[in-house]
């Protein structure tokens, strides 16, 4: 099938958005996708980050996952692998499609049937289960906090997903809420229900001082082993960027067996194979240790969790943040490798929300600021 005319133009944003990231494409068939509009495709990821194509009802689970894949053929496992320990933080928010599974269905609502799945009991993942100040019972329906600012990423064994692809099957319509930080600024945004939020990765280590890109340039970061399951009782901060230090982690001996070569250690920049910029990419909940050039191994938790705060907290300012307004049909692919995103909103019971997401454990460990 020839080019329906392949078009990218940026994404509307609301007026206080000050986003440089971020497309909207129209002129493609997903189900059939030439090389030639891939590579277009491809091409308008990396240089936007989030592309969104609407009006992808038709998409199905087997075109997602192939489309996905597509970004990085030498793969085929789920991003977070076969099985999900019970205890793991994200256990309960994925149902895996049985005849495509990797591709996962996530929302809210009973679902009678959707894809082989029957009966099944969505939960869209609620701050107050996970934040150590949540909004308080009486404002729930008003206002949120952003769940969890992160990387798709399994951090044990696997390496980070190149790129995320999620469709909104089901988006119940016309509630908004409005989005505190609650970390002192006073800074709040007036988001649609369920939105999911992003902030680049790119713009962030723009606005870092010399000195802080130096050491971020050069420094590695170490992650927990059985991360998810390490920081299961763990508290986040309100804005959703990191945890309170408060010694609530798991201790290695009652963790599943450690295999100390699954652990990863990734640089904290990482290189866009496109256009070469450098993204400040850490995922400051599950980090265990800093690694620095020196050789030095910095493993206070609550100092380096501080440190990474303060570099990642400007990147997370209202009008850096893209809130993506979703409807039913719209396919977002995102790179995983250069923009961080969160999950917002409380939902009433009685409305349903039913999501497709699919990632693929990279083949490759991410791109370091060396990397030719
Ligand atoms: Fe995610």
Redesign the pocket.
């Known amino acids: 099938m020839g080019s329906l005319g392949f078009q990218a133009r940026p994404l509307s944003v609301p007026g206080s958005c000050r986003v440089d990231f971020g497309a909207e494409v129209t002129g493609v068939d997903l189900n059939n996708l030439s090389e030639e509009d891939f590579k277009l495709l491809r091409d308008c990821l990396y240089t936007s980050q989030v592309v969104v194509v609407r009006d992808q009802q038709a998409l199905t689970p087997r075109a997602q996952y192939e489309l996905t894949r597509r970004f990085d053929p030498e793969t085929d496992i789920y991003g977070h692998g076969k099985t999900i320990d019970k205890r793991s933080i994200l256990h309960k928010d994925l149902k895996t499609i049985p005849h495509q599974p990797q591709v996962q269905v996530i929302g809210h609502g009973f679902v009678d049937s959707f894809e082989g799945l029957e009966n099944i009991q969505l939960k869209h993942p609620h701050h107050n289960t996970f934040h150590k100040y949540p909004v308080s019972a009486e404002e729930d329906d008003d206002c949120t906090h952003f769940y969890r600012w992160?990387i798709?990423a399994a951090l044990y064994d696997l390496n980070p997903p190149l790129v995320?692809s999620l469709l909104a099957v089901t988006v119940p319509k016309g509630r908004r809420q409005i989005c505190r930080w609650d970390d002192g600024t006073g800074a709040e945004l007036d988001v649609p229900l369920g939105t999911t939020a992003f902030f680049s990765g790119y713009r962030l280590y723009q606005m870092l001082s010399e000195e802080d890109k130096e050491f971020a340039r050069t420094s590695r970061v170490e992650y927990a082993a059985h991360p998810y399951v390490w920081i299961s009782s763990a508290h986040a901060r309100s804005n959703g960027l990191g945890l309170f230090s408060e010694g609530l982690e798991i201790p290695d001996d009652k963790l599943p067996p450690i295999e100390v070569a699954k652990i990863k250690t990734y640089p904290m920049v990482w290189k866009n194979p496109v256009t070469g910029e450098y993204a400040l990419m850490v995922y400051g909940i599950p980090m265990r240790r800093i690694h620095l050039e020196s050789g030095e191994v910095l493993d206070n938790l609550a100092e380096i969790r501080e440190r990474i705060y303060k570099l990642q907290r400007p990147g997370i300012d209202p009008e850096l943040i893209y809130p993506h307004d979703w409807e039913e049909g719209d396919l977002v692919l995102f790179n995983n490798h250069g923009v961080m995103?969160s999950?917002v909103g409380s939902f009433r019971d009685g409305e349903t929300r039913i999501f497709r997401?699919c990632n693929l454990a990279a083949s490759r460990t991410p791109l370091g600021p060396d990397t030719n």
Request: no cysteine.
């Open positions: 992160h798709d995320t995103h999950v997401q």
